[in-house]
């Protein structure tokens, strides 16, 4: 699928009101962790050559390659708000044509782990910024199938837990909704998370490809929580599986 061509609305040197990259410096496969802090720590971790191309705002993006692939790596914020900015300017501006997002996930069902990871391949919402776009349509936000199977071959391949099917969206953190969770559980709901119904509504806006690869750092039913300091380790295995579904 063919995204848009890059556009560059500010000229050769400032490209848009939120990211600070020049035009060439952001790779056509990006993967989106909200904190910028964890953006940094995987392109350190996993990029060959990790450049630093964005930090307006605090919002760091670092460019390099995985087995001779460019990726960009680029924080996106909390929230669908946040994330909606991120993808709209990296897929119109910048010409991103390949966005996954790397982040964590409250778990609804019980048979569902923490430290399992989680393919969303439907994301619910009851609103996302693109509301004022869709307006009275019901849109169905859903991941690309190909970068889907390869990342579940790839999970597979390598042992992790992992779990295909839906996710809800929310921006709401702290959540006043036992009924809603009791519905979402009873609709075989995998967890909870805030931006990937908007990352693939943008995404298929736009003609890219999306999907959430999600780690479960904690149980909302169990009340399970994964400690801070195995949270990075837990996270590594997620973004192996992302590379992969990019790129195998």
């Known amino acids: 699928m063919q995204g848009p061509a890059p556009r560059f609305p500010h000229g050769d040197t400032v490209m848009t009101f939120h990211i600070g990259a020049k035009p060439g410096e952001i790779a056509e496969t990006v993967l989106l962790p909200g904190d910028p802090y964890r953006a940094r720590w995987a392109a350190q971790t996993f990029l060959k050559d990790a450049v630093l191309v964005n930090e307006v705002r605090g919002m760091l993006g670092f460019t390099g390659t995985w087995n001779g692939h ?15 900015i991120y993808a709209n300017e990296l897929i119109r501006d910048y010409g991103a044509k390949t966005l ?26 009851v609103g996302s910024p693109s509301r004022t776009i869709l307006k009275e349509l019901n849109f169905a936000p859903c991941g690309d199938f190909g970068l889907l199977s390869k990342a579940y071959a790839a999970a597979t391949a390598k042992d992790i837990p992992v779990h295909v099917g839906g996710i809800y969206s929310s921006d709401t953190f702290y959540d006043e909704r036992p009924d809603l969770s009791e519905q979402l559980l009873r609709h075989g709901c995998l967890g909870v998370e805030m931006e990937a119904a908007e990352l693939y509504i943008v995404a298929a806006r736009h003609g890219a490809r999306a999907l959430a690869v999600l780690t479960v750092s904690d149980h909302i039913t169990t009340g399970e929580a994964l400690p801070a300091d195995q949270r ?11 590379l992969h579904a990019a790129f195998d």
Do not use: C, N, W, Y
């Open 70 to 84: 460019r990726v960009t790596i680029h924080g996106s914020g909390m929230g669908m708000p946040s994330l909606s």
């Open 100 to 125: 996954i997002r790397i982040g964590s996930a409250g778990a609804l069902p019980e048979h569902v782990k923490v430290r399992d990871v989680i393919l969303a391949q439907t994301a619910s919402t």
């Open 232 to 242: 990075e380790r837990s996270f590594g295995a997620m973004i192996e599986i992302a």
